[in-house]
């Protein structure tokens, strides 16, 4: 069940319904005053793992870290705030509503992309990136897949890095993120073992550049649905 109702107001928004939901986050779509789209992502604060919050802040890491990025390859921060709900206090931030379609349906929809285009999505994704890695301190958006590239139809299709659930820091054996949702198929070796850095990133993205000129995964093994990361990784490197 939604913790916000369709038609309720949060600050000078008003949510008009829920997208999706997990375990601790909520994703609505909300309108200002003047009707404009927006996303509005919900973190329900006693439902969220203690790693995913500033220990000396209080606040959601990842409102923290989206509050830096504006550029134009990324999905744009708005806003944010907090809210009292009846099941406690929740943070949320909100970002620019997009149109269009997910570079995964386009890669699906056509098979692959001719060269041209496909590089030209390449470069502008690598812009993105260059843009967050080259903040201080450097951030990573450590879930670069088809499904987090968005072909905005309001910028004439300039491709958008979205989805910043994972955004974090460097990390070198122990996340500030949940793992179990990543596509291990754009996944770089050295993310079974825990580390995400900027050369990551760069991995995923190469790897969507392959799926976008082939339409094929850099590699295709089906894992049982029960499989731990660790043996996954193990499997691989047989």
Not at 50 to 57: A, G, P, R
Not at 128 to 147: A, K
Not at 191 to 203: C, E, K, N, R
């Amino acid at each position: 069940m939604s913790t916000i109702k369709n038609g309720q107001n949060i600050g000078k928004y008003t949510i008009q319904n829920l997208i999706k939901e997990n375990a601790y986050t909520e994703t609505y779509r909300a309108e200002d005053e003047d009707r404009n789209p927006y996303f509005f992502k919900l973190f329900v604060a006693k439902r969220m793992p203690e790693k995913l919050i500033n220990s000396e802040t209080g606040k959601v890491l990842e409102i923290e870290y989206c509050e830096k990025l504006n550029p134009r390859n990324i999905i744009s921060y708005v806003d944010s705030g907090n809210y009292e709900a009846e099941e406690g206090s929740c943070q949320y931030y909100v970002t620019n509503y997009f149109s269009g379609e997910l570079l995964a349906e386009r890669i699906q929809r056509e098979g692959h992309l001719k060269a041209e285009e496909a590089l030209s999505i390449f470069r502008e994704v690598l812009n993105g990136l260059d843009y967050m890695h080259n903040l201080s301190p450097s951030l990573s958006h450590n879930d670069i897949t088809p499904r987090n590239i968005m072909l905005s139809a309001t910028t004439g299709g300039t491709p958008e890095i979205i989805d910043l659930g994972h955004v974090s820091t460097a990390c070198n054996g122990k996340t500030a993120f949940d793992t179990s949702d990543l596509d291990l198929n754009y996944s770089a070796n050295e993310t079974f073992i825990g580390t995400y850095d900027l050369q990551s990133d760069i991995f995923s993205a190469t790897a969507v550049l392959y799926v976008m000129l082939t339409g094929k995964l850099p590699w295709e093994v089906e894992f049982p649905e029960n499989m731990s990361r660790s043996r996954r990784m193990m499997t691989l490197k047989e």
